[in-house]
């Protein structure tokens, strides 16, 4: 019979690899170009057999839809983390700005692979998939931190709407940088727009 402690122990050995996965390809496809890379090199990088790398990823692809998916579970948890009476246009703000104070705070890492999901047609379509899953999530959240039906009501959805496209609008501004000491300030950035976007969503629900 598997203990507990031994099935934890698995888990932690399992994600150890799949982050040394995740790093190994994220970095191997930024450097060199999505379509120059092959499942063989990222294994060899990662120090894993190819076989490896299919019982954690179908594709290359795979790799950068589950960083993206990461981004969508930061915000939605970090809207549902706000305090209750918090106005709408400050919880979304912080939502929003989880990912990107994390893109901020490891500009090295970050800053490439953003550039490689915005600049490679292909990701940048699933990035847009994405980006759609995360206005339902906010959308449900929202609606349910107001008490509103998100089927009936407009504003969860438009609310959502606005704080992506604020998201949005600052990530593909701060990956124009050159290099990390020339990329603007992220948090400044998110900030600046919700100052525009807070007199309408907050007006809403006054």
Request: charged share 25%; hydrophobic share 45%; proline share 4%.
């Amino acid at each position: 019979m598997t203990t507990r402690s031994e099935l934890s122990l698995a888990q932690r050995k399992r994600q150890l690899v799949a982050t040394e996965l995740t790093d190994a390809a994220l970095q191997l496809l930024a450097l060199k170009g999505f379509d120059a890379v092959t499942v063989d090199e990222i294994a060899t990088t990662a120090g894993v057999s190819k076989r490896t790398f299919f019982r954690y990823f179908a594709s290359k692809e795979d790799v950068v839809v589950q960083f993206l998916s990461g981004m969508g579970a930061d915000m939605r948890a970090g809207l549902a983390a706000r305090p209750a009476g918090e106005r709408p246009s400050e919880a979304l703000l912080h939502s929003v700005s989880v990912p990107l104070t994390t893109c901020g705070e490891h500009a090295e890492r970050a800053l490439p692979v953003v550039r490689l999901i915005l600049r490679t047609p292909a990701l940048l379509a699933r990035f847009l998939e994405h980006q759609a899953e995360w206005r339902e999530g906010l959308t449900e959240e929202l609606a349910a931190r107001l008490g509103r039906d998100p089927e009936a009501d407009l504003y969860p959805r438009l609310a959502a709407g606005m704080a992506l496209a604020a998201f949005d609008a600052v990530l593909r501004r701060w990956s124009e940088g050159e290099d990390t000491e020339s990329t603007a300030d992220a948090d400044a950035l998110i900030g600046e727009a919700f100052a525009m976007l807070a007199p309408a969503l907050d007006s809403v629900t006054s």
